[in-house]
């Protein structure tokens, strides 16, 4: 207060300089240190464990939210992966058949993160290879439906080519790759549609389809940038994987 009466506007523009500081400073204490500092528990550097189940650290307390990437990858599957099944069953027997294998890729690669999520890195790549095989061999039954022709041949090419997105977990640059395989829907997706408005009536159904099939990928898209953008996130603290 006494420096704002000392005469000269250089002193009323430091306080108010000094008053936004602190009200900045206050408001990112509040969101990002509102329980106490928050150090990078990646780091390990934590208080040395002495006396029975030393060993035995919680992830979830050291920093790594290894129930939240799981849960929010199973919303995934109940909200998007579950509304494209249904477009798909207001279409065709055969559009379901590649929905059926669509929804079993991504249950598949939930059971992959589970483990991701309790063990470390590991080293050798034959170990990675063994824990991504069930997800991949799903992902080789639809690039055979690539091949797939009649009424709904660009509905299964759709699918087939934008479920490459699943790979996310095995490339240097996860976030980029899942971003050019949306962006490459609507070549596909346009083909569908363009179809769709020369029949007769049903229209909406096939929007329906590569509408619900975009949004699916899309929630995916979201989930590798915030989870796992730089790459598949291992537990720092985990296991070491058989």
């Not at 095989?133 to 041949?153: K, M, N, R, V």
């Not at 980029?176 to 029949?199: C, D, H, I, M, R």
């Not at 899309?218 to 291992?234: D, F, T």
Request: hydrophobic residues 35%; negative net charge.
């Amino acid at each position: 207060r006494k420096v704002e009466e000392e005469e000269g506007e250089e002193h009323k523009e430091l306080v108010i300089s000094l008053k936004a500081l602190l009200r900045a400073l206050r408001q990112y204490t509040i969101e990002h240190h509102g329980n106490g500092l928050a150090w990078n528990s990646a780091k390990k550097f934590a208080p040395k464990q002495e006396g029975p189940g030393a060993a035995s650290i919680d992830t979830e307390r050291q920093g790594y939210p290894a129930a939240e990437i799981l849960k929010e990858y199973d919303s995934l599957i109940k909200d998007k992966v579950s509304s494209f099944r249904l477009a798909a069953e207001a279409l065709d027997e055969e559009v379901v058949a590649i929905a059926d294998v669509v929804e079993k890729a991504f249950k598949s690669q939930r059971e992959m993160l589970a483990k991701v999520t309790k063990h470390k890195c590991p080293n050798k790549e034959e170990k990675l290879n063994d824990l991504l095989a069930p997800t991949t061999e799903y992902l080789e039954i639809l690039s055979e439906f690539e091949e797939t022709e009649g009424d709904f041949q660009h509905h299964c090419k759709l699918v087939a080519n934008g479920m490459h997105s699943l790979a996310w977990v095995s490339v240097e640059h996860p976030v980029v790759y899942t971003t050019e395989t949306v962006n490459s829907l609507p070549v596909f997706g346009e083909k569908v549609l363009k179809l769709a408005a020369e029949a007769e009536e049903g229209a909406e159904l096939h929007q329906a389809f590569v509408d619900s099939f975009k949004d699916l990928q899309r929630g995916l898209l979201i989930y590798v940038k915030e989870y796992h953008s730089k790459g598949l996130s291992w537990n720092p603290q985990g296991k070491e994987l058989k």
